[in-house]
């Protein structure tokens, strides 16, 4: 599967963005997703996940209330609203995916060196 990423930008503290992820080759469906996020210096870290099922999400304590990660009904999208957002937010955002496997349905994956297949980084910046 291919991905790709889109809707970084620059926003001011408090404003919004969104996040998508396109996936070719096959859908979603057939994958955990999740987005990660690393900032300069930093390491790679989780933001938000959602099953190969489709009906279980997870959240990094950091945005949890602020950020919504949902997927269409095709699988052939997922995304990442988000709201409130604060400077310590900006950071290179990916998304990726993870063959199932032997994961359970409605399992999420947060460790981002299980992660098979990557999109190309999304700038977010958010300004003071």
């Known amino acids: 599967v291919q991905l790709q990423a889109s809707g970084g930008g620059l926003v001011q503290a408090g404003g919004s963005l969104r996040l998508s992820c396109a996936a070719s080759g096959r859908t979603f469906r057939r994958y955990v997703s999740g987005w990660f996020r690393q900032a300069p210096g930093k390491e790679r870290e989780f933001v938000a996940g959602?099953?190969?099922?489709?009906?279980?999400?997870d959240y990094a304590d950091s945005v949890k209330g602020r950020f919504t990660m949902s997927r269409d009904s095709a699988g052939n999208t997922v995304s990442l609203q988000m709201n409130s957002l604060k400077p310590e937010d900006t950071a290179v955002y990916y998304c990726g995916a993870v063959n199932p496997g032997w994961y359970p349905a409605d399992q999420n994956v947060r460790d981002h060196n299980k992660y098979d297949y990557w999109g190309q980084g999304t700038q977010v910046t958010v300004s003071s």
């Open positions: 959602i099953s190969w099922s489709g009906r279980s999400t």
